[in-house]
């Protein structure tokens, strides 16, 4: 079941029925316009998943979300792609693809952590508003979900790959597992989230810990050796730019887990004078700090697969179960097995909630844009792990280096025009100097953002493919990037900022400088549900305000209020209450 619109129904005949005024009869108390179904107006599930986050929502601290936040990246996939990378292209080549990719994700990832904390906007509300357009942003959640149940397919490979070695879990079997288990989880959202990722962090600290602690005894001239690794493939321990530039492709190709670090920081209570400091640190931590643990992550695996190469093959390094045996065996013996199996599936479970809670959310927003309907975010988890099942049961571990490399060149295009929005388009203004998300102030696309990461994406893939030679395909994201952080300001310049805002929105100026009140609340004259004011809209059609998630799915105002907002009626004038100036720190900062 969907959200449903009431409208009047006909007699046969043309006539409408008889009111029960009529017959004398005292009439019930008419319902909202619009209704939705249990799970999508249950917001202890639901999160908020199309809409803005409010404050009362926003009920934890800094630290809260920031461990929740940084909980998902405890993935091991970072451990696969490390290794590949330094087997492929040798040691010298593959410290700097990982480093300089790092860089570049911590980079674009400040601006963008910083404006899902300060407004409550997940990454897809952010990336309308900052140059993409309302359904200009369609596309990149389409490329968001795609993120989401790729890696769970690659996490899920690996956990199925432990449960394997530790029971003899057949591998098709354990894809299926690994994707069940999840699902209660998640259903439940970010509460349940939290729980779990805060439980099982002892675990994960000490698996993560304890098999570079026997190597540091055990073998102690191991990194020494690792130094000098020439990699599986000929490349050699020297630097390579090609290996370099095919290197860094593969890395950041991890560049969008900045939009799952968003989903949790869209929950960071408001920034205030008493907490800034506390807030400033949570917000970096959380967001582009992850990469930093990350790009460690990615060293730290190519070095316990290099260690235990000899003993269990390429293949099996490249698994990260079995360089985990190996590295605890002089230490744990027989119980090394079971002990890096329970490390594995608390690292997979870990980051495939977030994987599936990420994905649902994407999903969400994509679904309700097409089609107006939103059964709630729940019935998109079983979509994204369907699709993440399929590709499991297809094998894509094997394909690993080659996918993550053609995904990185849309991925970059995508996350560097946003990132070029916020930190260049709006300081020179061409851009608004915050976030519109909401359908009824948006273009349907923009040009800037969108252009940029639409010809910065085709130029990178036709290069990925050789088109442009050997150099240009190695070096096919780095084309991506520069093209993107060039086109966006260049186009918003060029069009002078005409195409971010369909029309004013009547009180984002004093939201902006907190002057108002926006934790007051606005019943939406369709669901009839009171939500704070920077999640509503004025609404010439339905002559009142309306919050923004009955905006995106009204299929029958034909987009009246941007397309001839005076054809519709006067403007509707919202009630804003001001508030005292020396309160106006309870606003989130900049």
Same mark, same amino acid.
């Given at each position: ?113 910083? @404006?899902?904390?300060?407004? #409550? ?7 309308? $508003? %900052? /140059? +993409?357009?309302?359904? !200009? ?84 001239? @191991?990194?020494?050796?690792? #130094? ?7 490349? $050699? %321990? /020297? +630097?390579?730019?090609? !290996? ?347």
């Amino acid at each position: 079941m969907t959200d449903t619109v009431t409208t009047p129904t006909p007699e046969p005949g043309g006539g409408t029925s008889q009111t029960p005024e009529a017959l004398g009869e005292v009439a019930p108390p008419p319902g909202p316009r619009r209704s939705y179904a249990k799970l999508a107006a249950d917001e202890s599930r639901e999160d908020y998943s199309l809409r803005y986050a409010p404050h009362s929502f926003r009920r934890w601290s800094p630290a809260t979300v920031a461990g929740t936040a940084l909980g998902g990246i405890a993935y091991l996939a970072d451990f696969a792609i490390g290794a590949s990378i330094v087997f492929t292209y040798g040691f010298g080549s593959g410290l700097a693809s990982i480093l300089t990719a790092a860089a570049i994700i911590f980079l674009t990832g400040i601006p963008i952590a910083r @404006a899902c904390a300060k407004y #409550g906007l997940d990454m897809d509300l952010i990336t309308r $508003g %900052a /140059g +993409f357009g309302y359904f !200009g942003s369609t596309l990149t959640s389409l490329i968001y979900a795609s993120f989401t149940f790729i890696f769970f397919a690659l996490e899920g490979s690996i956990m199925a790959q432990a449960m394997h070695q530790a029971v003899g879990l057949p591998v098709e079997i354990g894809y299926l597992v690994t994707t069940l288990i999840v699902i209660p989880i998640v259903f439940r959202g970010m509460g349940a989230l939290a729980k779990v990722q805060a439980w099982t962090q002892p675990i994960w600290i000490i698996g993560m810990v304890l098999p570079f602690a026997v190597l540091a005894f055990e073998a102690p001239d @191991a990194w020494g050796a690792f #130094g000098s690794f020439g990699g599986t493939e000929g490349a $050699g %321990a /020297g +630097f390579s730019w090609i !290996g370099f530039g095919l290197g860094t492709g593969v890395a950041l190709s991890l560049i969008a887990q900045i939009g799952e670090q968003a989903d949790y920081l869209r929950f960071m209570p408001a920034k205030t004078e008493t907490n800034k400091r506390r807030w400033n640190l949570a917000v970096l931590a959380a967001g582009p700090g992850w990469v930093v643990i990350g790009a460690a992550k990615q060293l730290g695996g190519a070095f316990l697969a290099f260690v235990a190469l000899e003993a269990v093959g390429k293949t099996h390094a490249l698994e990260p179960i079995a360089p985990q045996i190996e590295a605890l065996k002089p230490w744990l013996g027989s119980f090394a097995l079971p002990a890096a199996a329970l490390f594995v599936i608390v690292s997979q479970i870990k980051i495939n909630v977030t994987n599936a809670y990420s994905g649902s959310l994407s999903w969400s927003n994509f679904f309700s844009r097409v089609t107006h309907r939103h059964p709630g975010r729940v019935w998109y988890i079983f979509l994204n792990l369907a699709i993440a099942l399929t590709l499991m049961e297809m094998n894509m571990f094997a394909a690993l280096n080659k996918l993550l490399g053609f995904y990185s060149n849309v991925g970059i295009a995508w996350i560097v025009a946003v990132a070029a929005d916020l930190v260049i388009n709006k300081r020179a203004g061409w851009s608004p100097p915050y976030i519109e998300f909401k359908r009824a102030y948006l273009y349907a696309v923009n040009p800037a953002g969108f252009g940029a990461m639409v010809i910065a994406s085709v130029v990178s893939i036709l290069a990925f493919f050789g088109l442009f030679g050997r150099y240009a395909e190695a070096f096919s994201t780095f084309i991506a990037a520069g093209l993107s952080l060039a086109l966006c300001p260049l186009i918003a310049w060029a069009t002078k900022g005409r195409y971010y805002l369909a029309r004013p929105n009547p009180v984002a100026a004093a939201v902006a400088a907190a002057t108002v009140d926006e934790r007051a609340t606005h019943t939406c004259a369709e669901c009839e549900t009171a939500y704070e004011l920077p999640d509503i809209a004025d609404c010439p059609v339905r002559s009142g305000p309306v919050c923004s998630l009955c905006c995106s799915l009204d299929a029958e105002c034909g987009d009246v209020c941007r397309k001839d907002p005076e054809g519709a009626g006067s403007p509707v004038l919202m009630p804003v209450p001001t508030v005292p100036r020396a309160t106006s720190e309870a606003a989130p900062g900049a």
